[in-house]
């Protein structure tokens, strides 16, 4: 990946610089050395940025987020996965909203912010189903299992309590 940024570099591809800057930081975060991915990342965001790469701003701002959440800082992690979703709501990103919104409620959820997680989840799910986002629905039928529901049904059946409680208060 450093002999492909050094090439992006010398013929100026400001897209694939980011993204390859990207995509060293997972390296660097798959082996712990967050503040090296932290560093590409913000390399990357910012060249994002420069070149008005919204998809890749709001990836990078996810990615960035995870980086927080490993290190146990879930306030920090939480406000760029808020940043990021703003960003993807925006562009209409309907796949990155929906992994940015899971990312969101797995932080509620580790924080016993039990009920703000469920309505996370259950948006997430939400919109996964709508758009066939396969890993998010397959992470979703997983965490049911962890919360002791039965996979995509518990989500659904959530999703149709929130619709009747919302039809009720209109």
Request: glycine share 4%; proline share 2%.
């Given at each position: 990946m450093q002999?492909?940024?050094d090439i992006q570099k010398a013929i100026g591809d400001k897209p694939g610089e980011g993204t390859t800057l990207n995509n060293i930081s997972q390296v660097y975060q798959a082996q712990?050395?967050?503040?090296?991915?932290?560093d590409y990342l913000q390399q990357s965001l910012a060249i994002l940025k420069a070149i008005g790469d919204k998809q890749g701003e709001g990836t990078t701002l996810n990615n960035i987020s995870q980086v927080y959440k490993a290190q146990g800082d879930y306030e920090t992690a939480l406000d760029?996965?808020?940043q990021s979703l703003a960003i993807?709501?925006?562009i209409g990103d309907w796949?990155?909203?929906c992994a940015t919104l899971f990312n969101i409620g797995r932080i509620q959820l580790q924080?016993?912010?039990?009920q703000a997680a469920i309505g996370t989840?259950?948006?997430?799910?939400?919109?996964?189903?709508?758009?066939?986002?396969?890993q998010v629905l397959e992470a979703l039928t997983g965490l049911a299992k962890q919360l002791g529901g039965e996979g995509?049904?518990?989500w659904e059946g959530l999703l149709q309590q929130s619709l009747a409680s919302e039809e009720h208060t209109e």
């Open positions: 002999q492909s940024l712990g050395d967050y503040d090296t991915a932290l760029y996965l808020q993807r709501k925006a796949p990155g909203m924080h016993e912010q039990t989840f259950v948006s997430a799910y939400q919109l996964a189903k709508r758009i066939n986002h396969f995509l049904s518990m």
